[in-house]
């Protein structure tokens, strides 16, 4: 709320003193250059067809990009120069009341003229217009790229394996299968587990069984046991 009341001040503030230096420039141009420079000389101010001719493209052009919000802070430098130099070189000996030549009419202009240069002209102005553009634009550029940056691409190191945008998996059963995303992917498991009950892929190499530590007659002697039946050969099991 109170950035919109700044705005609508700061819009208020540009217009009006946008037209007063309009107004007084423009009776510049009217009058001429050199009447305008030889008014200058009569109030004393040094180099006077110079500060003429600033005076009146900064005070008319200036005025109108107040109005319109262009470019304030640099016009509002130029304009603040401008009025401090009518203040030292035609008004201060000659009181503060404008109406005996006093410098209070330009002091006023340029306090408004620092207030633009230390605070801006607000948003509602092509200044303000270009900002919030340029604001947005950088915005969703670092969004573009906080979203580039967080896309899952990272190695799995407990399985070996990376990311499901083109990396390779290496499953525990030989093969390669592709993902959704073009990439060849495999199961997440170990590869020293097997899942149960799972068939075995083709072409998957086959694990060779368990060689037993027991011979023919000691499967014997086990049975004859189990059977109750005494054993046809009672020799020690060859160990």
Known sequence: MKRVLFDIAALIARIITGVIFVAHGWQKWQGGHSATASGFGEMGIPMPELAAGYAMVVELIGG???IIGLAVRPVALLLLANMLGAI???HWGRGVFVGEGGWEFAAA????CLLFLALGGGRIGIDGILSSMFRRR???RAAEEDLVSYR???TDTTTGTTGSYGGTDT???GGTDTGSYGGPTTPSRSATEEPPDVPRQPGAPQQEPRQSRLNDED???IDSLVADEPPQHRKPPNR
Do not use: K
Not at 109 to 112: D, K, S, T
């Open 64 to 66: 109108v990009l107040l």
């Open 152 to 154: 899952p691409n990272r």
């Open 219 to 221: 499967m014997r002697e």
């Open 138 to 140: 950088h915005d969703r």
């Open 171 to 173: 499953g525990s059963y």
């Open 109 to 112: 202009l340029a306090a408004l």
């Open 88 to 90: 030292i070189f035609a």
